[in-house]
């Protein structure tokens, strides 16, 4: 009865420690890494993006960093500010994460709201 029990506990201990792994993405999921390619961007996604709320994402970056946000509740206060949602936020954060392009630009009018400060 003690040898069940000693299994009983080591099984336990070990599902009990095991920590939970994303799943690995299916062969299919993953595109081979070649130089100078990115994946397909949505360009109509994309090309919703206007350059006001690229100006307003970038502003929110800016004043997120300086004002050391840690909270989605603070992000909430900071988005409301400046008349965005959350929603539009991280899509235009998912976007320009994609398109190299829109970061570039994200990235050259938050330099310059921080010059201007």
């Known amino acids: 009865?003690?040898?069940y029990?000693?299994?009983?506990i080591l099984v336990f201990a070990l599902v009990a420690c095991e920590t939970e792994d994303a799943p690995e993405p299916a062969v299919d999921d993953v595109a081979p890494a070649q130089p100078g390619t990115e994946q397909p961007v949505d360009q109509s996604?994309?090309?919703e993006v206007t350059d006001e709320e690229l100006r307003k994402f970038a502003e929110v970056?800016?004043?997120?960093?300086?004002?050391r946000i840690g909270t989605r509740s603070e992000l909430r206060e900071l988005l409301s500010e400046v008349d965005m949602?959350?929603?539009r936020y991280?899509?235009?954060e998912a976007a320009s994460q994609r398109d190299r392009d829109m970061r570039q630009r994200s990235l050259q009018?938050?330099?310059e709201i921080r010059e201007n400060q």
């Open 109 to 111: 009018m938050m330099r």
């Open 85 to 87: 949602e959350m929603w």
């Open 90 to 92: 991280e899509e235009i």
């Open 45 to 47: 996604e994309i090309a």
């Open 5 to 8: 029990l000693f299994s009983f």
């Open 61 to 67: 970056q800016v004043r997120a960093e300086q004002e």
């Open 1 to 3: 009865m003690l040898k």
